[in-house]
């Protein structure tokens, strides 16, 4: 079974039954073959069972969820003023990505807007250089790239 198929078959179970027939018999002679071929009427009753969950299955079925870079969890183990320095003055492009997932209450982005701002330049820069220090080489690279 492919997988657009799955996707459908998801989406009709969330309709009432009488429309999901309606759907079914608008097939076309080869659309309804194939549908009885692949056991659509099994499937879409399997799929009605999932529509009553309340949970969001997205994060379940994918298998390609992004893993945090190494250096990007340590930073999160920082305070919360030396991590927004290091993101004003790296200017990366992670930086809403990773403010998305480890500034839940908004804090870094207050400390950005207002006293990163108050902070000397000079001061901001040797802090960020000691965090560029502290990066290997691969991880180096990898904050530019991504």
């Known amino acids: 079974m492919s997988n657009p198929l799955k996707q459908i078959l998801l989406k009709m179970a969330r309709l009432a039954k009488s429309d999901q027939r309606w759907i079914i018999s608008k097939l076309s002679s080869i659309e309804a073959q194939r549908f009885k071929q692949e056991q659509g009427e099994q499937l879409l009753q399997d799929a009605r069972r999932f529509r009553q ?31 927004a320095i290091v993101l004003e ?14 500034d ?4 870094i982005k207050h400390l950005l807007a207002t006293e990163v701002k108050a902070l000397k330049l000079a001061t901001r820069q040797v802090l960020f250089k000691q965090w560029e220090n502290s990066l290997s080489f691969d991880e180096h690279v990898e904050t530019i790239d991504g």
């Open 89 to 102: 003055q790296g200017n990366y492009f992670w930086q809403e990505q990773f403010l998305t997932r480890f």
């Open 104 to 107: 839940q209450e908004g804090s």
């Open 53 to 83: 969950l309340n949970v969001d299955l997205q994060p379940l079925i994918s298998t390609n969820t992004p893993k945090t870079p190494p250096f990007q969890q340590r930073l999160a183990e920082y305070p919360r003023l030396y991590i």
